[in-house]
C-alpha cells in the first residue's frame, strides 16, 4: 500500500456489530478508538503495532468496561504515523 487509509464501517447504521476497514502503509503503531457524539471516548478498538497491509476490527457496541452504549451517533478516528482520519457511524437498536 502507498497511502493509509479509513474505510465507512459496514453495516452503518448497525446493531448489534459493525466492522471497520483500514490499510497501512507500513509496520507501525495504530490507534483506533470510539467516541461518543460528545466528544468522550467509548473504546479502543486497536492500540499495537502492526503489519502494513489491510486490517479489520469489529466493535461490538460495548465501552471499555464492556457495557452496552445507547443508540446514537459515533465517531472512530484512526492514528497511525502521521495519518489521521474519523468517520462517523449510527447504532440502532
Known amino acids: 500500500p502507498l497511502s493509509a487509509s479509513l474505510t465507512q464501517n459496514t453495516p452503518n447504521p448497525f446493531n448489534p456489530r459493525t466492522t471497520i476497514a483500514y490499510v497501512l502503509p507500513e509496520k507501525e503503531r495504530a490507534v483506533i478508538r470510539v467516541y461518543d457524539a460528545s466528544g468522550r471516548r467509548v473504546r479502543t478498538l486497536v492500540d499495537g503495532v502492526l503489519d502494513a497491509g489491510s486490517h479489520e476490527v469489529t466493535w461490538d457496541g460495548r465501552d471499555d468496561h ?17 495519518f489521521r482520519d474519523a468517520k462517523k457511524m449510527v447504532l440502532l437498536k
Do not use: Q, T
Open 66 to 82: 464492556g457495557h452496552a452504549v445507547a443508540s446514537g451517533v459515533y465517531f472512530y478516528r484512526l492514528e497511525a504515523g502521521h
